[in-house]
């Protein structure tokens, strides 16, 4: 083993999750032991017991800060990072923990628990960016597997990741789908939603429904005018965009445009 | 003896958590599994929802099991409606849980138990020794979600899935290059249930009531009724009559027990097997017997086996239901809303997972309840380290922290779910 000192650490984090996006780690079959030969997988306790503390050169964090302890232990994993790489849509834009930002969280608490006293929170669930700075944010709800190599193969030869920004509906071209919008009236995120997932739900005869969060430039209004047309009501239009990435800006302005009783 | 061992984060669980085992004269007199992971508010997510929202919101729950919430809230919501699917669709139902069955239980075998009993800090590590074998379980796994990836999507939070059945059900012809594989997983699996066998094991049972699903023929997923080797046999409509929740101090998960006497219970592997080994597959029953397996397993060390059992079942039961597909006409029932209270059990990786829901007459949520099977095992976790961890107290203070870890990996237990922070505290008096 000599000269394993000399392979970049990386560091795997949980805050508030379901653990899908890091077990995409765990998922890539084909890869993950080529990977542990490129780095020292250092920090991963999904994986590992072992532990070996001290700076790592990535770190991968997966959840949404939903807790003070978390808001103060993010700051920790920041210092100790030279590169922050935050994956998924509960990193990226607070998931679907997010839906408590737009209600009572101490209601959501006495229905749920029944010693809400035992229970500490916040009020909020946010991005990771919106406590430190990030140096890349991976979408995706869960995030796309093969997306994740590409980030860290980029990172470890120190060039930009290749995660298109465009839309769905790109994705839908390439792959050839007919439009489910246009074909079936299906109503579709696609226009508005980021690339990343390959189209999977039109090519299962389903819209899209919005796991990457808002594309570059999205025109959200000129989409939900059109979905009405098709039939869907207010209230159906403002759940749409309040899903996995409800506090991702461009859903969330949308969905409160739609939102006439304030229930998201 | 006054002494204090702490592991701040138990590794290798889905999700984080707190252990508290209290020694006073060399007797254990407790052990506390607290789980600390943030509160997730699901099931305050959901009131307001449509119903067809359900099983997207829901696979949200968990990374590593979310056909399991998807299918308990589909049954639960079908169940409402009385929707009964054609025999088509409910086998592709069974195929697609196979296939969780499959990623989830040879990601525990190989990644996160297997080290326990080979001496490793995980199955990376691990690989440096035993390559081929960490291999094969790698590919073995990845089997298993490529039956998720053709049937529902992808691996993680599958997308094909709907009340009433499927957005798109596969042609014949598209299970061609799926059924190579399963033929190949077939040998793997029953290459697992061996070497799993040839392990080696401390002698600890203990008298569990065991409570899984039972169905006339079948080796359970999403149907039956719920039993107990005590005499349970009840129907998912009567589950909150005969189990409670109560929620304990330090822990964002609820703990489950029997209402009327306050007793713990097991779901999971072991539970499904002691009640059902009748119901496997021949070759399953073969291997089974073959790695040392009686009809009862009460060795909670033993789940590894166990699982491989489980694995060889779902990957035979795949097979079986590729060959026999027949294309249904549609891949779904339509469904009219309608106001009513309907629930669903059916068996996660990690066993018992129970739904109950109560809808508005437009479709609309007006409560959920979730029970899933870590918080229905927690107690059940906290008595075996009470019971099993007073004959490992002469072992060395790591030894005998890895011993308590390896006590609560056991039961795969997903903390995600159950609601996180393993913390490890050995107090000594």
Same mark, same amino acid.
């Given at each position: 083993?000599?000269?394993?000192?000399?392979?970049?650490?990386?560091?795997?984090?949980?805050?508030?999750?379901?653990?899908?996006?890091?077990?995409?780690?765990?998922?890539?079959?084909?890869?993950?032991?080529?990977?542990?030969?490129?780095?020292?997988?250092?920090?991963?306790?999904?994986?590992?017991?072992?532990?070996?503390?001290?700076?790592?050169?990535?770190s %991968?964090v997966?959840?949404?800060?939903?807790?003070?302890?978390?808001?103060?232990?993010i700051?920790?994993v920041r210092?100790?990072s030279?590169k922050l790489i935050v994956i998924?849509?509960?990193a990226t834009?607070?998931?679907?923990?997010?839906?408590?930002?737009?209600?009572?969280?101490?209601?959501?608490?006495?229905?749920?628990?029944?010693?809400?006293?035992?229970?500490?929170?916040?009020?909020?669930?946010?991005p990771i960016s919106d406590h430190v700075r990030v140096d890349f944010e991976l979408?995706?709800?869960?995030?796309?597997?093969?997306?994740?190599?590409?980030? %860290?193969?980029?990172?470890?030869?120190?060039?930009?990741?290749?995660?298109?920004?465009?839309?769905?509906?790109?994705?839908?071209?390439?792959?050839?789908?007919?439009?489910?919008?246009?074909?079936?009236?299906?109503?579709?995120?696609?226009?508005?939603?980021?690339?990343?997932?390959?189209? %999977?739900?039109?090519?299962?005869?389903?819209?899209?429904?919005?796991?990457?969060?808002?594309?570059?430039?999205?025109?959200?209004?000129?989409?939900?005018?059109?979905?009405?047309? %098709?039939?869907?009501?207010?209230?159906?239009?403002?759940?749409?965009?309040?899903?996995?990435?409800?506090?991702?800006?461009?859903?969330?302005?949308?969905?409160?445009?739609?939102?006439?009783?304030?229930?998201? | 003896?006054?002494?204090?061992?702490?592991?701040?984060?138990?590794?290798?669980?889905?999700?984080?958590?707190?252990?508290?085992?209290?020694?006073?004269?060399?007797?254990?007199?407790?052990?506390?599994?607290?789980?600390?992971?943030?509160?997730?508010?699901?099931?305050?997510?959901?009131?307001?929802?449509?119903?067809?929202?359900?099983?997207?919101?829901?696979?949200?729950?968990?990374?590593?099991?979310?056909?399991?919430?998807?299918?308990? &809230?589909?049954?639960?919501?079908?169940?409402?409606?009385?929707?009964?699917?054609?025999?088509?669709?409910?086998?592709?139902?069974?195929?697609?849980?196979?296939?969780?069955?499959?990623?989830?239980?040879?990601?525990?075998?190989?990644?996160?138990?297997?080290?326990?009993?080979?001496?490793? +800090?995980?199955?990376?590590?691990?690989?440096?020794?035993?390559?081929?074998?960490?291999?094969?379980?790698?590919?073995?796994?990845?089997?298993?979600?490529?039956?998720?990836?053709?049937?529902?999507? *992808?691996?993680?939070?599958?997308?094909?899935?709907?009340?009433?059945?499927?957005?798109?059900?596969?042609?014949?012809?598209?299970?061609?290059?799926?059924?190579?594989?399963?033929?190949?997983?077939?040998? +793997?699996?029953?290459?697992?249930?061996?070497?799993?066998?040839?392990?080696?094991?401390?002698?600890?049972? *203990?008298?569990?009531?065991?409570?899984?699903?039972?169905?006339?023929?079948?080796?359970?997923?999403?149907?039956? *009724?719920?039993?107990?080797?005590?005499?349970?046999?009840?129907?998912?409509?009567?589950?909150?009559?005969?189990?409670?929740?109560?929620?304990?101090?330090?822990?964002?998960?609820?703990?489950?027990?029997?209402?009327?006497?306050?007793?713990?219970?097991?779901?999971?592997?072991? +539970?499904?097997?002691?009640?059902?080994?009748?119901?496997?597959?021949?070759?399953?029953?073969?291997?089974?017997?073959?790695?040392?397996?009686?009809?009862?397993?009460?060795?909670?060390?033993?789940?590894?086996?166990?699982?491989?059992?489980?694995?060889?079942?779902?990957?035979?039961?795949?097979?079986?239901?590729?060959?026999?597909?027949?294309?249904?006409? *549609?891949?779904?029932?339509?469904?009219?809303?309608?106001?009513?209270?309907?629930?669903?059990?059916?068996?996660?990786?990690?066993?018992?997972?129970?739904?109950?829901?109560?809808?508005?007459?437009?479709?609309?949520? +007006?409560?959920?309840?979730?029970?899933?099977?870590?918080?229905?095992?927690?107690?059940?976790?906290?008595?075996?380290?009470?019971?099993?961890?007073?004959?490992?107290?002469?072992?060395?203070?790591? &030894?005998?922290?890895?011993?308590?870890?390896?006590?609560?990996?056991?039961?795969?237990?997903?903390?995600?779910?159950?609601?996180?922070?393993?913390?490890?505290?050995?107090?000594?008096?």
């Open positions: 083993m000599t000269g394993r000192h000399k392979r970049p650490r990386l560091a795997v984090w949980k805050f508030a999750s379901c653990d899908g996006c890091q077990l995409s780690l765990l998922d890539c079959e084909d890869e993950i032991l080529a990977l542990a030969e490129a780095v020292d997988i250092a920090y991963f306790p999904e994986a590992t017991r072992s532990e070996i503390s001290g700076h790592y050169d990535i %991968l997966e959840g949404s800060i939903t807790t003070a302890h978390d808001a103060v232990r700051q920790e210092r100790r030279t998924g849509a509960c834009s607070g998931g679907i923990q997010a839906l408590r930002n737009f209600s009572d969280v101490k209601e959501y608490t006495r229905i749920v628990y029944a010693r809400p006293d035992y229970i500490e929170t916040l009020a909020t669930s946010t979408r995706g709800c869960p995030i796309n597997k093969h997306q994740l190599v590409e980030v %860290l193969g980029a990172f470890l030869v120190g060039r930009r990741p290749a995660t298109p920004a465009h839309s769905v509906c790109v994705e839908c071209k390439l792959k050839g789908n007919a439009c489910v919008m246009v074909a079936h009236d299906a109503p579709c995120l696609g226009p508005v939603t980021h690339a990343g997932c390959g189209a %999977l739900c039109p090519s299962y005869n389903r819209g899209c429904y919005g796991c990457f969060g808002p594309k570059e430039t999205p025109n959200a209004p000129a989409l939900s005018a059109k979905l009405s047309e %098709l039939g869907m009501d207010q209230r159906a239009l403002a759940r749409l965009y309040s899903t996995f990435n409800a506090n991702a800006d461009a859903f969330r302005q949308e969905s409160e445009r739609h939102d006439q009783d304030g229930q998201g | 003896m006054t002494k204090t061992v702490k592991v701040d984060v138990l590794a290798r669980v889905e999700g984080e958590g707190g252990l508290k085992v209290t020694i006073r004269d060399g007797v254990v007199r407790s052990a506390e599994l607290n789980i600390f992971e943030p509160p997730r508010f699901f099931e305050a997510f959901l009131r307001g929802r449509d119903f067809s929202e359900a099983p997207d919101i829901v696979a949200r729950i968990c990374g590593i099991c979310p056909v399991a919430y998807q299918m308990s &809230a589909v049954h639960a919501l079908e169940n409402i409606h009385g929707v009964t699917l054609s025999p088509q669709l409910r086998a592709l139902r069974r195929l697609l849980y196979c296939g969780e069955w499959i990623e989830s239980h040879v990601l525990h075998i190989y990644m996160l138990h297997a080290p326990d009993f080979l001496g490793y +800090a995980g199955g990376v590590e691990m690989a440096r020794d035993h390559g081929d074998l960490v291999r094969q379980g790698l590919q073995l796994k990845k089997v298993g979600n490529e039956i998720l990836n053709f049937l529902g999507g *992808r691996e993680i939070h599958p997308i094909n899935v709907r009340v009433g059945g499927f957005h798109r059900a596969p042609r014949k012809k598209e299970f061609a290059p799926l059924a190579e594989r399963l033929k190949w997983a077939r040998d +793997a699996a029953l290459a697992t249930v061996h070497w799993a066998g040839t392990l080696e094991f401390p002698e600890r049972e *203990r008298d569990y009531t065991f409570v899984a699903l039972r169905h006339d023929q079948e080796y359970p997923f999403n149907e039956g *009724r719920i039993v107990s080797n005590r005499g349970l046999d009840i129907s998912a409509d009567d589950y909150d009559k005969h189990f409670e929740e109560i929620h304990v101090p330090q822990s964002t998960a609820l703990h489950s027990r029997f209402r009327d006497t306050g007793a713990a219970y097991l779901v999971g592997p072991l +539970a499904r097997y002691s009640l059902n080994f009748d119901r496997l597959s021949p070759l399953a029953q073969e291997a089974a017997r073959a790695a040392g397996l009686e009809r009862t397993c009460r060795n909670p060390y033993r789940s590894i086996i166990v699982r491989a059992v489980e694995t060889l079942y779902a990957v035979d039961e795949a097979l079986r239901v590729i060959e026999a597909y027949e294309e249904p006409d *549609r891949s779904f029932v339509a469904i009219e809303p309608r106001k009513g209270e309907g629930c669903a059990a059916t068996e996660a990786p990690r066993g018992l997972l129970y739904h109950r829901y109560r809808l508005e007459k437009d479709g609309t949520i +007006a409560e959920a309840q979730i029970v899933p099977p870590t918080s229905q095992n927690q107690a059940s976790v906290e008595e075996d380290l009470v019971e099993f961890i007073g004959g490992f107290l002469d072992l060395p203070e790591e &030894a005998l922290r890895h011993r308590c870890e390896q006590t609560v990996r056991n039961y795969d237990p997903c903390i995600s779910c159950a609601t996180h922070f393993l913390r490890l505290d050995i107090d000594r008096g």
